[in-house]
T-cell receptor, first 116, second 112 residues
Framework: GAVVSQHPSRVICKSGTSVKIECRSLDFQATTMFWYRQFPKQSLMLMATSNEGSKATYEQGVEKDKFLINHASLTLSTLTVTSAHPEDSSFYIC????????????FGAGTRLSVL | DQQVKQNSPSLSVQEGRISILNCDYTNSMFDYFLWYKKYPAEGPTFLISISSIKDKNEDGRFTVFLNKSAKHLSLHIVPSQPGDSAVYFCAYSRGGNEKLTFGTGTRLTIIP
């Protein structure tokens, strides 16, 4: 599989501040990374597909100006939650596609965001 | 649009017995189904997948069965171990570049 590192694992911030979450592919170059969100007791929902060197593709209903994605290198994608509000509190997880088995995605450990 | 449902939110199984987790889907447009296991506050861990052209795939204690006529997918874990206690998600993908769409999850508890 792939080794994916996500940082930070937990962040608490005040309403109105911005939070940046990093996702790193440690053992291969990932041209595509994915960002998911999971609310308590719900399933994982794809937010956006992060493409190296180009704009991210956002799912319907996800505000691209609020959730800024930057995939500036083949090993790093960042998700910035801008002007965070309590309703943005959630578990954010990134993933990368497998190299040999491209239908498989490998996930980071996730970031728990709590907005006060 | 494809919907994936896991109708059992929870399941308890005695250690050593077989655990059977189920997943139903609504249409036939998929390339792969995958099963993931998730512990609290961690990312999902890939377990096993099956392509649309197969009806069974086995890897160690894990076997996935695909019944296309019934639009039903199941994961068998045998024998069940305490470390298997987690939330299990089925997910499907269409093509190598497509997103994963996840089911709602089933919490499996293995009773020692």
């Amino acid at each position: 599989g792939a080794v994916v590192s996500q940082h930070p694992s937990r962040v608490i911030c005040k309403s109105g501040t911005s939070v940046k979450i990093e996702c790193r592919s440690l053992d291969f170059q990932a041209t595509t990374m994915f960002w998911y969100r999971q609310f308590p007791k719900q399933s994982l929902m794809l937010m956006a597909t992060s493409n190296e060197g180009s704009k991210a593709t956002y799912e319907q209903g996800v505000e691209k100006d609020k959730f800024l994605i930057n995939h500036a290198s083949l090993t790093l994608s960042t998700l910035t939650v801008t002007s965070a509000h309590p309703e943005d509190s959630s578990f954010y997880i990134c993933s990368v596609k497998g190299v040999l088995a491209k239908n498989i995605q490998y996930f980071g450990a996730g970031t728990r965001l709590s907005v006060l | 649009d494809q919907q994936v449902k896991q109708n059992s939110p929870s399941l308890s199984v005695q250690e050593g017995r077989i655990s059977i987790l189920n997943c139903d889907y609504t249409n036939s447009m998929f390339d792969y189904f995958l099963w993931y296991k998730k512990y609290p506050a961690e990312g999902p861990t890939f377990l096993i997948s099956i392509s649309s052209i197969k009806d069974k795939n086995e890897d160690g204690r894990f076997t996935v069965f695909l019944n296309k006529s019934a639009k039903h997918l199941s994961l068998h874990i045998v024998p069940s171990q305490p470390g298997d206690s987690a939330v299990y998600f089925c997910a499907y993908s269409r093509g190598g570049n497509e997103k994963l769409t996840f089911g709602t999850g089933t919490r499996l508890t293995i009773i020692p």
